[in-house]
Every structure is written in structure tokens, then in C-alpha cells.
């Protein structure tokens, strides 16, 4: 009976106070979230997981670059640019480019090229078009597959997106 | 149960946990604190020995008194006492403070024991112990006290139960406390309302209060080892952890002195649960086994909320950790009750004969012990896993908050023409700027007396410099010298203290490729839209070619960072990441051949005011542009930095729109030099034979509108009308092969459209079309075919179009024009992808017109190029245009040579000036002379 009863008021509570207890809970929610919080903002998708090391071996950085403002679907111009360890021998270097749907998490490779540092180099820096697909938000890295992997910081494309 | 006397498992757990605290505030805090709270721990350890051998019967006399006395403190905090964070909590006596409300939990647990222990009937224990309990739970949410107000209720509810009060009258209580719970956010104080409100959103979307502390307090927990301090720099990040002596002291002990500490803790507060839980079997009366079973709930809550609390599993409820977080007042008290919970058990085990006959041991205690060990298990559980699986991402995260960075700016690459000749690079007068950091410098007078003498100035100076920064300061400049200076302040590695080098852009040719190689500056909200990684303050390419292979020239910043605490003092130097310059690019451009065009166009264009000229070498087999020439022009090493100012102003008041380049970017009537269009239409869409002879004159009337040919002539085939630029000729070729046939044409040869070239900002000119002038409003008239047929009416190109599509009808294929040749440094070089050449699929039918652009030279309107040392190909032209005055044109040349296998076409206009064709032939003559050495280049690889 006590149980009844307890249950009752509680349902005869929240028919009366409801709009009240809403507008505490969300005063209370409110508190809790600071003003400059990232959920206060547009929700931003997270970039993919870079597909390598960002350095190994010989390969010291790999950094790629827009030159221009970048959209899905079209040709987007690049800078590649790999820095390496000099070494007294040419070394062949081979690239290839990721492009990752972040809305369905879908990766597919894009043909890159290959160069040959020379003896004593320590980088090499070419322009390049990706040409990239439909897609609302796209995350882009360079991969380098030989001589060791290592792929570059990933470049988001456009860089505010949604899905 | 029944063992010796003596609970030494209890014991060594309760120092276990008041040394771990002690040494955490001494770690963290220094001697002092830890001084104070250890005198507090003897305190409450000569308490508890005091009260463990206090005489059970007396016991309730005890509570009584205890409890009487915490409420009388408790009226006198309500009246008198010290207040904060809008809370009036404690007593000041002398240089210590008394929080009452920890009084009052003992108070409270001995005297509900004493009323719920008698042998009363059961209604009336319960009406006495809720009475007894509502007076201290008052007098602590007047303070208000929420979270002692909350334990306090939470001990009253598990003595009812323990003392087996029945369901009967427990429920409606529960009920009612469940009713009036929701009511209870309006009397949360606002910090309770964040701690609470942060809990339910989550820590990540709170990134202050609250939330701040239990990303803190993750990070500490994240970042240690098992044993011993996380890392180097972990006194600092100590700092950043907010109530590390109270509330969030388990982290602090983590982060202090390893995982395995966080463990023992545990340990010892799971021990002094059950040993109290299992005390709870031994006492010889009812109120003794309460007393121990209580406290031993009460350890277990205040356990489980602070521990939960510290993970962020639960709202930082304000709860301490008991024994080990600071606090003397809860230390006393909690040192005193376990002494008296040990003493009725060691009462129990020495007089068990004297035990009440027909006792109930407490009820539910030993469940409500295992829940807690649970509760405490899957919450340890989670804080390793939480160390195991997110430490390193936690332990970045904790040493990237406490980072400050300074930015290295990179060298930008170097500009070359095609043989390597430097046309935009680092000024070699570099200077520097010496920068300190005022919290670090400040320090070290004998570092601050160095860095004195290395840059020239009294140390009272330097330091006057650094006094006069807002605090904190990162970076202060010192002084600004030159590149030896700065070396040598570099080489001296003093702490605090750091060189960055000037970018100062030079452009060593100046004017000559001005509007072509553009200019640098710090990048506006223009370019922060292009590039939307741009750090603030970066310098990067705003015009022309430097704006164009920003992404190339422009290096990686590098960093200096240091280490700040939490009120962002730099207190550490932090890691230097050296900047990389950024890579070179090499032009198509031969300088030699560029300062022909631009010295001969700048001289043509002297006293033609406010009108335009321009030039272009065009390579037809590849589209390398050999020179781009503009007139009038900048020097771009006004732009600096630091920018002439005057010299600027100076140049936003010159007519004829210096800053851009005329080749590429404006479009005039091309005239004439169309014609070589219009004839393609007819190989396109054949309506005359090229041999064809076609009666001319001096004019050609259509529709009673006379349109007059440049001086009378004669009848005249295709090749004859080119090399003489017939105009009647061209206009009856027009009329006959319509609009749409030109239009086809001109559109196959890249008229009205961009010609790719690799420059911002291109001109696509003007092709209309019947179509296109009705939309505009205007009408086509017959009459507009006519002279579109001599490169007139609806019809604007630029330079660079009109090199096209010369290039287009000498090789029958159409290239997109490029500057930008390789990109690389040293050995390495990377060749620029360039669009293939477009094979036009009329090209066998051009020879014909190809032998009228001979025709203009060897017996037409450019004969003056027939001294030069190979077979050229060329049209003239002569545009009206509505922009210059009455009697000035327009004047075109295009050229082409070697005429049958072109490797250089070069196009000229002049606005005003009749000095196209002499301009074309000077610089024929330079290319045919150099030719071998300007074909020249570096290797570059192909991607």
C-alpha cells in the first residue's frame, strides 16, 4: 500500500510541477556546460585515423598542403612535400593518396607518383591535382609506401564540415 | 570473527591511508600543510585511543554528549561563523578552523545508535532517530552544507535499516524522501548546480568548473606510472589539479606517486569496511554493533562517492577522501570514531560472556559491505583501464594544456627563372628579433646581463623591457639586430630566450616582374579563407606568383614553447621545434628575355599615361611562358615588409592599374590579329577556298552602313588578304561564314575562356555571341558579324589569349600556358604537371594560314621582321577602343618562328604607342640569338 501510495504522489508530482522540474533540469544542464564547450557549438566530425606513422626510417615528415581552396568532387591542387635523412645514395620514393569519406568512414587510395631523391637530399616537394570524390566531408593524407610507410598529417576537406 | 583484541588490519589501513595523505600534502604543498595536517592525525590517533577504551555502558553518554555539543557548534557556526564559496561552514579557534559538521557525523551515528539500539518499540525508535536526525541535517543545510547534509541523511537511512526499523515504516519515509528529491535542485547553491549539472552532461562539454576539475583529475590519473611520478613535469601539472588536497586528493596520490598508490588506498579503505562491518558482529550490545556497522557505512559511501568523483563515474559531490584528504576537523573525527567502533569490538572480544542475551546483530550489514566492495571494485577497475587504455592520449593532453608556443616563422623559398637566376628570395640584410620571456629571463640576472652585452643595451633596459610587460607575458622583444648579433644570442642558449629571424622578402629585379611574381604579407581574412590553417600572423603569397605557389614557397613554422601554470606564468622552457623552410620554385621565365620586353615596353609606354602594353614569350610546343611582360608596373619590394608607404600611395594613385598584369589579366580589342580566327572558321566551316580570289576595295556597305578597309585594294585570296590584313576581304568572309562558325572557332582557339595559366585572377576576356548580347540587352546586328570579322565589336582578349591561339594556328595544337616549371631544392627536382597540349582536330587544314602569317613578313604589314635570322610568321593589328581617345589604338603584333615549327611566339600590345612591332622585333632577335641558352633548363623529374 505504501508503495502504491508513494508511486501515486510521485505521478501526481510530476503532472503538477513537470513544466517546473523541466525548466530546472535544464537550468541544472545549462550550469554543467560551459559556454565555450565544443556540444555549445555546431557538432564537427572527427578526423580518420592517420594511416601511418607520421615519420619512420629515413622519411622525417610528410606534409601535405592545399593550394587552393579545396572541394569534393572536383581536382584539388596539392603540395606534397616529404622530408628526408640524407643519404650518399639516390632513394625512390613512391606515394600514394588516401581520401576518406568521414561521413561513411569509407577510404579509398588515389594514385600519387614517385620520385627519386637524390644523393645528400633532404626533400622533395611536388604539385600535384587529386582528383576527389563526391562526398560532403572529406579527410585526405599522403601515403608514403615505399621506402618505409609513413603518411602525412590528415587534410580536411573543406575544412568545416558536416555530414 | 572473534580474533585478538587488538585490530591491527584496521589500524595499519587507517595509517596506511592518513600517511599517504600526509606525504601528498607535502609532495604537493610543502612541509607546512603537511606539518599541520600529521599534528591533526596524532590529534585524532590519541583521540581514538582515548575513546577506544571508553566503557561501553557509558557509550550512550558519550553520543549524547558528542552529539549535543556538535549541534551546540553547529547553532554558533549558523550565527558567527567563516564563511566561503557562499557557505558559512567553520569556526575560527586561534590558527586553526573546526568544520562542526564533521562533529556532527559522529554526533549523529552515536546517538542514532543509542536511540535505535534501546530496547524501545519500534515506532518509537524510529520517530526518535528521525527526530534526532533532522535537527544536525537541519542546522547543515542552513549553511549550507549539501554534501555533509546528504551523508548525514544517508547514515540515518542505513542506521533505520541496520537496526532492523520495519518496511512499514521505512517505506513511506523512503517514499517521501523520493517525492521531494526533484524538488531539491532549487536549493542547489550555483557551484553545487554546475558540479552536478557537469556530471550530467559530461565532463567533455564542460570545460570549466567542474568539468575542469574531472578532466584534471583523469589527466593525473591518466598520466602517472605505477610507481613514482608520471613524468618530469609533473610538479607543474600538480598545480593544474583544482582541490588536490581535498576533493580530488586520491588523484593527486596517483599522480604523486603511481598507480599502485590509487591501489593501496583502495586496499586500506576496503579493510577498514569489512574490519568495521565485521566488528559489527562482536559488540555486546546493540548500540556498540550499530556504531561500528554505521561507520562502517558511512567510510564506505564517503569512499565511493570521492573515489567515483575523481574518475568523473559520479558528481563531484565536495566529499573528502576519509583519512587521506586534508582536513583536520574530518581527520579527528574520523580517527576518533574508528578508535570507538575498535573499542566496542575490542569491549565484544574481551567480555563476550557479558554479551545481552537474545541480541540481533545489525541487519543488512554484511550485503550493504559486499554492494560497496563491488561499487569500489568496478570503480578501480574502470580507473585502470582508464590509465591502461587513454593514459598516453591523457598524459598529451595534460602536458599540451600547460604548453605556450611561440611561433618560429619558416624561410619562404626562393623564386627562379628558368637557369636558376634568384628573382624573389630572403633578404640577405636579415634582421632578428630578440624575443624573452619575461617569468624565465627575469629569474637570472647573470643570463639577463648576457643577453645585455650580446644585444648592445644596459641590463637596467632589458630589464625595464621585461617590467613593462603585461603579466603573463610569453614574449617580450628585446631588441631588434642584425644576423650576426643574432647568432651569437642564439649560441648562447640562454634560458628564456629566442631568436626568430626577419622574413624580409627581396625581389631583385624589381619592376621588371613586379605584377607577375606578386607580393608577400600577413595573411587577411582573404587568404585565411583560402587556407583555413593559416596560424594568425603568418606571412604568405597575397598576389601573382608568390599567392599562386604559396603552398610551396611557404615553409613549416617551427615552435619555441614553454611551460606555463595554471594563471599562464611561463615557468619552464619547453621543447624548440626549428622551422623548415619551404621548397623552390622555378620559373619558365628567362629573365633575359623578360627584361627585353619589359624595358622596350616600359620605354614604348613612357608618355602613354594611364594606358596599358604588354608582352608575352610563349613556348607553343609546351605552353612555358619564356616572358610576361606588363606595362605600367611596381617595383614589389615596396611591399616589404616593413611596406614604403609612400612609395604605396604613390602607386594607388598611378593610372593605368599598375598592380595588375596587363598580359594576363585585361582585355582589350584584339583587331586585326583576330583575322587569323576568322580565317581558321573557314578551314573549320568552309565557305571560300583559301585560293580563292575575292574582290575587295576600299570599303564594303551592308545594309546602308559603309564599313571602310584600311586603304584601298585589289582582289585578293586568303593568303594575300593575311599578309596585307584586308579588312573588306575579312569582312565579306565574316558575313559568309556567320556568327556561330567565328564563335566555333574563336572557342576552339580559347578566346572568351581562361587560358589556365597558372596566375590568380585571370582574365577569361569577352566572346559574345547573338545569344549572349540579347541577354545583355543590347542587339546584334548584321553589322556586328561584319566587324567581328576584323576583330572588332563583341570582342575583348587579353595578351595571353591572343599568344594562344597564334601558338594554336602555327602548331595545330593548343597548350595551356605555364610558369611555374619545377619545384624542389638542391638535386631534387619535381616538374610541375602541366596539362597536355590539345592536338586541334583541324590542324592539317591551318597551312594555309600559316603561309599568310609568312606572308605578313615576307611581303605584308610586317615586313620590318624579315632582317631577323629565321623564317617568322606574324599578324598585325590596329583596334579602335572605346577606352582611348580619337586617332590612338590598340596596337597588336603576333609572331611566330621558326613560321613551319615554332618554338617561340611572342605577342606584344601597345596602347597608344605605334611600337607593337618594334618591340616584337627586338625581342625575335634576342631569342633567335640566345635560343640555345634560353631552351636551357635544370632536370626535374616527372611524379
Known amino acids: ?163 | 570473527v572473534r580474533g585478538s583484541v587488538f585490530d591491527l588490519a584496521a589500524v595499519v589501513a587507517a595509517l596506511v591511508l592518513v600517511g599517504l595523505g600526509i606525504a601528498n600534502l607535502s609532495v604537493i604543498d610543502g612541509v607546512e600543510l603537511a606539518t599541520r595536517q600529521a599534528a591533526f592525525a596524532l590529534a585524532g590517533l590519541v583521540l581514538s585511543w582515548l575513546l577506544g577504551r571508553w566503557r561501553v555502558r557509558l557509550l550512550d553518554a558519550l553520543g549524547w554528549g558528542c552529539y549535543g555539543l556538535a549541534l551546540v557548534l553547529l547553532v554558533v557556526v549558523t550565527l558567527g561563523g567563516t564563511s566561503a564559496k557562499g557557505a558559512t561552514r567553520w569556526l575560527s579557534v586561534g590558527a586553526f578552523t573546526v568544520q562542526p559538521s564533521e562533529l556532527a557525523k559522529l554526533g549523529l551515528l552515536m546517538a542514532l545508535a543509542a536511540v535505535l539500539g534501546s530496547p524501545r518499540p519500534d515506532w518509537q525508535r524510529f520517530t526518535l532517530a528521525v527526530v534526532t536526525a533532522l535537527i544536525p541535517i537541519g542546522l547543515t543545510l542552513a549553511q549550507p552544507d549539501l554534501s555533509t547534509c546528504a551523508l548525514l541523511i544517508a547514515l540515518t537511512v542505513s542506521m533505520l535499516i541496520l537496526a532492523r526499523i520495519p518496511a512499514s515504516l521505512l517505506v513511506p519515509l523512503l517514499a517521501t524522501a523520493v517525492v521531494a528529491s526533484p524538488l531539491v535542485i532549487g536549493l542547489l547553491r550555483p557551484y553545487q548546480m554546475q558540479r552536478l549539472g557537469s556530471f550530467l552532461v559530461g565532463s567533455h562539454a564542460s570545460a570549466a568548473g567542474s568539468g575542469w576539475a574531472v578532466t584534471q583529475a583523469r589527466i593525473a590519473v591518466g598520466s602517472s606510472r605505477l610507481i613514482g611520478p608520471g613524468h618530469d613535469l609533473t610538479a607543474l601539472l600538480a598545480q593544474y589539479l583544482p582541490e588536490r588536497h581535498t576533493d580530488l586528493a586520491l588523484a593527486s596520490v596517483v599522480e604523486q606517486f603511481g598507480l599502485l598508490a590509487g591501489v593501496a588506498v583502495l586496499v586500506a579503505a576496503l579493510i577498514l569496511v569489512w574490519r568495521l562491518t565485521l566488528a559489527a558482529k562482536i559488540p555486546r550490545s546493540p548500540p556498540g554493533a550499530l556504531v561500528a556497522s554505521g561507520l562502517a557505512v558511512l567510510l564506505g559511501v564517503e569512499t565511493v562517492v570521492s573515489l567515483g568523483g575523481n574518475l568523473g563515474l559520479l558528481p563531484l559531490a565536495g566529499v573528502p577522501f576519509p583519512l587521506l584528504s586534508y582536513g583536520g576537523s574530518a581527520l579527528v573525527v574520523h580517527l576518533a570514531a574508528i578508535g570507538l567502533a575498535l573499542g566496542v569490538r575490542r569491549d565484544g572480544v574481551r567480555r563476550r560472556l557479558w554479551a545481552q542475551h537474545g541480541r540481533r546483530p545489525p541487519g543488512w550489514i554484511r550485503a550493504t559491505a559486499l554492494a560497496i566492495s563491488v561499487v569500489l571494485m568496478m570503480f578501480g577497475s574502470y580507473g585502470w583501464r582508464l590509465h591502461a587504455n587513454d593514459g598516453p592520449r591523457l598524459a598529451a593532453q595534460g602536458v599540451d594544456e600547460m604548453t605556450r608556443c611561440s611561433r618560429l616563422p619558416a624561410p619562404r623559398g626562393e623564386i627562379t627563372d628558368r637557369h636558376g637566376i634568384p628573382l624573389a628570395l630572403s633578404a640577405p640584410d636579415m634582421q632578428a628579433d630578440v624575443l624573452a620571456v619575461p617569468g624565465l629571463l627575469a629569474d637570472s640576472p647573470a643570463g639577463l646581463t648576457r643577453l645585455a652585452g650580446l644585444v648592445g643595451q644596459p641590463p637596467d633596459t632589458v630589464r625595464a623591457k621585461l617590467r613593462a610587460a603585461p603579466s603573463p607575458a610569453l614574449a617580450v622583444p628585446v631588441a631588434e639586430v642584425p644576423a650576426a648579433a643574432a647568432a651569437a644570442v642564439s649560441d648562447a642558449s640562454i634560458s628564456g630566450v629566442t631568436v626568430v629571424a626577419r622574413q624580409r622578402r627581396g625581389y631583385p629585379t624589381g619592376a621588371v616582374l613586379g605584377s607577375l611574381i606578386g607580393y608577400t604579407g600577413i595573411a587577411t581574412p582573404t587568404e585565411q579563407r583560402r587556407w583555413p590553417d593559416l596560424p594568425l600572423g603568418e606571412v604568405v603569397g597575397r598576389a601573382g606568383l608568390e599567392q599562386q605557389y604559396d603552398a610551396v614557397l611557404r615553409g613549416t613554422d617551427g615552435s619555441q614553447c614553454v611551460y606555463v601554470n595554471p594563471i599562464g606564468e611561463p615557468v619552464a622552457t619547453g621543447p624548440r621545434t626549428a622551422p623548415l623552410p619551404g621548397a623552390d620554385l622555378r620559373l619558365s621565365i628567362d629573365l633575359g628575355l623578360q627584361r627585353i620586353l619589359s624595358d622596350e615596353l616600359a620605354a614604348a609606354m613612357k608618355g602613354q599615361r594611364g594606358r596599358i602594353g604588354a608582352a608575352v614569350a610563349l613556348d607553343p610546343r609546351n605552353g612555358q611562358v619564356l616572358a610576361l611582360a606588363s606595362s605600367p608596373g611596381y617595383d614589389d619590394n615596396i611591399y616589404g615588409p616593413p611596406a614604403d608607404t609612400t612609395s604605396l600611395s604613390q602607386l594607388a594613385g598611378t593610372p593605368g592599374s599598375p598592380m595588375r598584369n596587363h598580359a594576363a589579366q585585361s582585355a582589350v580589342p584584339p583587331g586585326s590579329t583576330f583575322k587569323l580566327v576568322v580565317a581558321t572558321a573557314n578551314q573549320l566551316h568552309p565557305v571560300w577556298r583559301p585560293s580563292q580570289v575575292v574582290p575587295t576595295g576600299a570599303s564594303f556597305s551592308l545594309g546602308g552602313h559603309t564599313f571602310n578597309n584600311w586603304k584601298p585594294m585589289g582582289p585578293m585570296n586568303l593568303t594575300q588578304a593575311l599578309a596585307w590584313s584586308n579588312d573588306v576581304y575579312f569582312y565579306k568572309l565574316a558575313l559568309a561564314l556567320g556568327p556561330d562558325a567565328m564563335i566555333d572557332a574563336a572557342r576552339a582557339l580559347g578566346v572568351g575562356a581562361p587560358t589556365g595559366i597558372d596566375l590568380p585572377n585571370e582574365s577569361r576576356g569577352y566572346l559574345g555571341t547573338p545569344d549572349s548580347v540579347r541577354d545583355r540587352g543590347a542587339t546584334w546586328y548584321p553589322g556586328s558579324t561584319v566587324i567581328m570579322g576584323i576583330g572588332q565589336g563583341y570582342l575583348a582578349v587579353t595578351p595571353l589569349q591572343n599568344a594562344r591561339w597564334t601558338a594554336a594556328v602555327a602548331t595545330g595544337q593548343l597548350v595551356t600556358p605555364r610558369l611555374g616549371l619545377a619545384t624542389g631544392t638542391g638535386n631534387t627536382w619535381a616538374a610541375v604537371p602541366t596539362p597536355p597540349p590539345q592536338l586541334l582536330p583541324f590542324a592539317a587544314s591551318l597551312a594555309p594560314i600559316q603561309e599568310g602569317m609568312r606572308a605578313v613578313v615576307t611581303g605584308g604589314t610586317a615586313t620590318r621582321l624579315a632582317d631577323l635570322p629565321a623564317p617568322v610568321g606574324a599578324k598585325t593589328g590596329t583596334a579602335q577602343d572605346g577606352s582611348l581617345p580619337d586617332g590612338l589604338y590598340d596596337n597588336w603584333v603576333t609572331t611566330a618562328t621558326p613560321v613551319h615549327a615554332p618554338s617561340v611566339v611572342i605577342t606584344v600590345l601597345t596602347q597608344g604607342a605605334d611600337a607593337a612591332t618594334a618591340i616584337g622585333h627586338d625581342a625575335l632577335a634576342y631569342y633567335l640569338a640566345h635560343k640555345s641558352e634560353i631552351e636551357q633548363t635544370g632536370p626535374a623529374q616527372g611524379p
Open chain 1, 1 to 163: 500500500v505504501a508503495l502504491v501510495l508513494g508511486v501515486g504522489l510521485l505521478a501526481l508530482e510530476l503532472a503538477v510541477f513537470y513544466d517546473h522540474l523541466d525548466s530546472e533540469l535544464q537550468a541544472l544542464r545549462s550550469a554543467g556546460r560551459s559556454t565555450s564547450s565544443p556540444a555549445a557549438t555546431a557538432t564537427s566530425l572527427t578526423a580518420p585515423a592517420i594511416p601511418a606513422p607520421l615519420a619512420s626510417g629515413a622519411i622525417t615528415s610528410v606534409d601535405l598542403r592545399a593550394m587552393a581552396r579545396c572541394e569534393p568532387a572536383i581536382t584539388c591542387p596539392s603540395r606534397l612535400q616529404v622530408r628526408v635523412r640524407p643519404a650518399p645514395q639516390p632513394r625512390r620514393m613512391d606515394w600514394v593518396y588516401q581520401v576518406t569519406d568521414r561521413c561513411t568512414g569509407r577510404s579509398q587510395l588515389v594514385p600519387g607518383g614517385s620520385m627519386v631523391v637524390g644523393a645528400g637530399g633532404t626533400q622533395f616537394t611536388v604539385v600535384n591535382g587529386i582528383p576527389l570524390p563526391a562526398g560532403r566531408a572529406l579527410a585526405l593524407n599522403a601515403v608514403l609506401e615505399a621506402p618505409t610507410p609513413a603518411a602525412s598529417p590528415t587534410l580536411l576537406v573543406p575544412a568545416k564540415a558536416t555530414c
